[in-house]
C-alpha cells in the first residue's frame, strides 16, 4: 500500500492549504485542506485490504512460428467466503505488457481472462510474473503484489514449406575410389542424451543412467540414411540484422522439413553451435529452440565454416551453407554429396568450384528456389 504520484501531490496541496488556512486565519482554505487529506486517508484505507484472490496463468502453445497467435490465460477464483473486490492484473512478456481488469467476484466464483502474447520477434520471451494492483477510484494510493511464476514462450523463426534432400554417406571420394572406413556398421553413436517422451527403451544407456542418477539414450545415426547439415553464418559483417533474420528463417525451413522428414540433421553457426540431432518431431523442435535464440555472434575474424566440418565423423548428404557472401568461401567437397550455398547478400552471385549458389534476396525466395532445383 503507497500513495501514488497523484496522492503525493494531493497530499502536498492538502498540507499547504491546512498550513496557509490556519497562518492566515482563512476558515475555506482550512476545510479545503481537511477535505483533500481526508480524500488520501480514504485512499489508503480502500486500497490497504490485502489480495485475497487465487490466480493462475497458463501459456498456449508455448512454441509458437513468428507472427502466429500466442494467447495467456489467466484463471482467477475467490476463495473467500466475501465478496472479492476487482484488482487489475498486469503480466509481461518480453519488454510487452499487459493489463487486465479482473472484475469483482462473489465467494467461490471464478473467472477465466485471455490475451495475446507478442510473437512479432523471434526469441525466448519470459512471461511473467504477475503483478496484482488495486487503486482507488481517484488513484490517490494504490497497492501491488507480485505472484504467480514464469513462463517460457519460444517464438520460432518462420517456417516456409521446403522439399527434402536425400543421401547418406558418400561411399565414393570425388576420385572414384571407394571407401567405406566410416561405415562400422548400421548405426553410429552419435551423443549420449536426457530420455525425452518417445524415445525407444532399448536405446537406454544403463552405464550413464547410472552415473548422472537421469534416465540417458543413445543417440544413433545411420549412415545410409539421408542427412542434411545447415550451416548459418553468424558473423556480424556478413549480414545486415534484417537480412539475418531472413537466413535464420532459411535454415529453420530446411532443418525442420528435413527432421520431420525422420533425415538425421544437423545446425552448425560460424560463431561455434554445432548440434547434430537424429530426425524426429523432437529433434526439430530442438532445431528451432536453438534457431529461435540465435545471434550474430561469431567474432569478426571468425570463417564462415568451423573446423569440425572437416575433421569430425558426421559427413555425407547435403551441406547448405546460408550466408552473405560467396567471397574466398573454401567448400569440403570430398565430405558431401551434395554442397549448397545460399547467398542472401544481393548481387552479382559469384561461384563456387563444388557448390551450386542459390542466390536469393529473401528467404521466401530463398525456399523457393531450393524447392526448384530439388524438383
Known amino acids: ?68 497467435p500466442a494467447l495467456a490465460s489467466l ?19 518480453g519488454a510487452a505488457t499487459r493489463t487486465i ?38 488513484g490517490l494510493a494504490g497497492s501491488r503484489l507480485p505472484t504467480g511464476e514464469t513462463a517460457p514462450l519460444w517464438v520460432h523463426p518462420r517456417q516456409l514449406p521446403a522439399r527434402t534432400s536425400t543421401g547418406g554417406y558418400p561411399r565414393h571420394h570425388h576420385e572414384g575410389v571407394a571407401d567405406d572406413s566410416r561405415l562400422p556398421g548400421s548405426a553410429d553413436l552419435q551423443d549420449v542424451r536426457e530420455y525425452v517422451p518417445g524415445d525407444e527403451v532399448r536405446h537406454l544407456h544403463w552405464k550413464a543412467t547410472a552415473r548422472t542418477g537421469r534416465l540417458m539414450v543413445r543417440d544413433l545415426a545411420d549412415p545410409q540414411q539421408p542427412r542434411m547439415t545447415v550451416v548459418l553464418d553468424t558473423r556480424a559483417q556478413a549480414l545486415a540484422p534484417a537480412r539475418f533474420e531472413e537466413a535464420v528463417e532459411v535454415a529453420a525451413s530446411l ?22 540431432t537424429s530426425g524426429g518431431a523432437q529433434a526439430a523442435r530442438r532445431l528451432l529452440d536453438e534457431l529461435c535464440v540465435v545471434g550474430q555472434d561469431a567474432v569478426r575474424d571468425a570463417a564462415v565454416l568451423p573446423r569440425v566440418l572437416a575433421t569430425d565423423r558426421w559427413a555425407g548428404g547435403s551441406l547448405v551453407i546460408v550466408t ?47 524447392n526448384q532445383v530439388l524438383g
Not at 75 to 93: H, I
Not at 259 to 273: E, F, N, P, Q, Y
Not at 337 to 365: C, E, K, M, Q, Y
Open 324 to 370: 552473405g557472401g560467396t567471397a574466398g568461401l573454401v567448400l569440403p567437397r570430398h565430405r558431401f554429396r551434395s554442397i549448397f550455398v545460399v547467398d542472401l547478400a544481393g548481387g552479382v552471385p559469384a561461384g563456387v568450384p563444388g557448390g551450386r549458389v542459390l542466390r536469393a534476396d529473401s528467404a521466401a525466395a530463398a525456399v523457393s528456389r531450393w
Open 75 to 93: 484463471r482467477v477464483g475467490n476463495p473467500g467466503a466475501r465478496r472479492m473486490a476487482g484488482f487489475l492484473a498486469t503480466d509481461t512478456a
Open 255 to 276: 532443418l525442420a522439413a528435413s527432421a520431420r522428414a525422420g533425415h538425421h540433421s544437423r545446425l552448425v553457426t560460424s560463431g561455434g553451435r554445432d548440434l547434430p
Open 101 to 138: 481488469r479482473v472484475r469483482s467476484l462473489p465467494a467461490g466464483a471464478e473467472a477465466v481472462y485471455h490475451y495475446e502474447l507478442p510473437t512479432s520477434s523471434r526469441g525466448r520471451l519470459t512471461v511473467g510474473p504477475l503483478t496484482l494492483r488495486r487503486e482507488d477510484p481517484f
Open 1 to 68: 500500500m503507497r500513495l501514488t504520484r497523484r496522492g503525493r501531490v494531493v497530499l502536498a496541496v492538502a498540507v499547504g492549504l491546512l498550513i496557509a488556512g490556519q497562518w492566515g486565519g482563512y476558515q475555506v482554505l482550512r476545510v479545503l485542506g481537511a477535505a483533500l487529506l481526508g480524500a488520501v486517508a480514504a485512499a489508503l484505507l480502500l486500497t490497504m485490504r490485502g489480495f485475497t484472490a487465487r490466480v493462475r496463468r497458463a501459456v498456449h502453445p508455448d512454441r509458437v512460428e513468428r507472427g502466429r
